[in-house]
């Protein structure tokens, strides 16, 4: 069977700036990543979809571990930057259910994009290592901290209570995101609308509680 063209074959023996090429190996990379997991997948198979020699990929990355940290580095970066911005952006906003609905979105958007993204940062088969551990760690820890900011302003609960409000967001979001995903039936805007409705009436109901009189 004849190997499908990709986009790799339009660079193959070309040179390219240096973050170029940089991003095109990223790119194979995260491809074949996505296809055949970290533990199964090698550096012939990462040249290969990039349409390079095994040696120009060893002067970019001495080797797979390497490249899948600059993996699990961009993604986790831009999935912290997309909750910062969602909440950023609703900072004029006194609809605090909408900031809810919004930063469940996000994990959606993320969660939907054609790269698969998640699969590196949600669903990593290399979790036993301490340096991917630790910066998928701190992304979601990142994104409870915008979240929990956020909903300290919007319902002046106490820091401790909002952040453990924010984890259960962020949880919810990612999980039920890749469930929703997976099933494939259901929407975006639909299921981002059900899971928002079920997050909202805990937030609201724990701010209710606050201002309820004694």
């Known amino acids: 069977m004849a190997r499908e063209f990709t986009a790799a074959d339009t660079t193959r023996g070309q040179r390219l700036p240096r973050l170029e090429r940089r991003a095109q190996l990223l790119e194979a990379a995260q491809s074949v990543f ?11 198979d990462i040249a290969e979809r990039a349409g390079v020699s095994k040696p120009v990929l060893y002067q970019h ?10 993996l699990v580095d961009k993604h986790t970066a831009a999935l912290v930057e997309l909750v910062e911005l969602v909440e950023a952006a609703l900072n004029e906003s006194d609809d605090h259910k909408d900031r809810t609905y919004a930063s469940i979105r996000a994990f959606f958007d993320f969660v939907a994009r054609e790269d698969e993204p998640f699969r590196i940062v949600f669903e990593s088969d290399l979790n036993e290592v301490a340096a991917v551990r630790e910066r998928i760690g701190w992304a979601t820890e990142a994104c409870v901290d915008a979240i929990s900011r956020r909903i300290m302003l919007d319902t002046e609960l106490p820091q401790p209570v909002a952040r453990l409000v924010a984890q259960g967001l962020v949880g919810m979001s990612q999980v039920s995101a890749r469930s929703w995903l997976r099933d494939g039936t259901i929407p975006l805007d639909l299921a981002v609308e059900i899971i928002g409705r079920l997050a909202w009436r805990g937030v609201g109901g724990q701010r209710a509680r606050l201002v309820a009189p004694a």
Do not use: I, R, W
Not at 34 to 44: Q, R
Not at 61 to 70: D, H, M, Q, S
């Open 61 to 70: 990355f001495p080797g797979k571990l390497e490249l899948y940290l600059a």
């Open 34 to 44: 996505v296809d055949k997991g970290y533990h199964a997948s090698g550096m012939e």
